[in-house]
């Protein structure tokens, strides 16, 4: 795949995420695709396969009445594309771990994406 062709991939799914589409996020995944969230060095949420990835998708959509995430740099390495990620977000709805509806999130973090076949194979969130 071309430099291009990957940034078109990872700019389509970035920005259904924005928009909340789930079924056109995962347009592009492989059916095997792995999904990996890291936070503070903890992995805290794993699937693989397009129908664990999308049932986390639309479980996460209540989680938060605003979210954005804007790519901030971008770089292939090797064979991963790294997008740097300012995200923000708005808290929907009071959380077990003690976010509050309305509270604003602004986090900084990272996102990798290895394709396979023409599609994403991998993602690996960290913040």
Do not use: C, W
């Not at 291009?4 to 924005?18: G, K, S, T």
């Not at 992995?43 to 901030?72: P, W, Y």
């Amino acid at each position: 795949m071309s430099p291009a062709e990957i940034r078109a991939l990872v700019d389509h799914y970035i920005d259904a995420y924005n928009r909340k589409n789930v079924d056109d996020m995962l347009r592009d995944v492989h059916p095997q695709v792995e999904f990996k969230n890291i936070s503070a060095g903890v992995l805290n949420e794993s699937t693989t396969g397009v129908a664990e990835l999308k049932a986390l998708a639309q479980q996460s959509l209540s989680l938060f009445s605003e979210r954005h995430q804007e790519i901030t740099s971008f770089e292939i390495q090797d064979s991963v594309a790294v997008a740097t990620i300012a995200f923000r977000a708005v808290v929907a709805a009071d959380l077990p771990n003690g976010l509050k509806k309305g509270m604003v999130l602004e986090l900084s973090g990272r996102s990798e994406f290895e394709f396979s076949n023409g599609s994403i194979s991998k993602i690996t969130d960290i913040s």
